[in-house]
């Protein structure tokens, strides 16, 4: 089927940017221009615009038009075995960049949904602990990640609450050896969507903004924790450095 109009517009606007013939803070042609451009109506062309409006390459200015949106600084995030056993990865990080990597998180207990259970080997409906986390680079939110944990391990132990208490903030290996389980497997899956309203308003990033999951599963004689944890395709690139014996 030939695709809608306003989609190519917008797909021929989208590659202009991204090959770099349209830049940051170049303004872009007028919903009047556009549509004699593609000989189509001036509403046609104005879903065009608001498709990328959504999808964060452009943005409109009130009286002005609009124009090619400044995106952040790219920067890597390693996924790296050797460096999950000392503590958190996303500190590590960050103090290589030479930026302060700090977090805000929120635990509740909860019952595990049929995915998560799957994941963490319990029923479904089993008790889990549940932490909300906001990871910030310099006093800026730059990923999100949800954690759950099985309580018929961690219930009444020190590492119960995964920021609080002596263990706090000591990354699940080293939370999880306190109490007598050995991580031994790190399993991550990688997909792409699109952004949620809630991830979207807690990171910054409009509407229609692409983001990469990173389904994480530790692992020792059993899983002792999964996560979802979402970036930013216009601030990350994932690398993974995996040791070869």
Known sequence: MAQPAYLRIADDLRRQIVEGRLTPGDRVPSRHQLAEQHDVSDRVAVEAVRLLVSEGYVETRSGSG??????PQVRRLTRSWYRERRGSPFAADMQTQGRAGTWRSSSETTTAPPAIADRLSVAEGADVMRTAYTF?????????STSWEP????????????????????GVVARMRAIGQTVTLAAEIVTARAILAEEADRLGEPMGSIVMVIQRTYSGDRPVETADIIVPVDRYELAYVIPVD
């Open 66 to 71: 609009t124009y090619v949106r400044h995106r």
């Open 136 to 144: 910030l680079a310099d006093g800026e939110p730059v990923m999100l």
């Open 151 to 170: 309580l018929e391990l961690t219930r009444g132990t020190p590492v119960m609450l995964p920021e609080a208490g002596p263990h706090a903030g000591a």
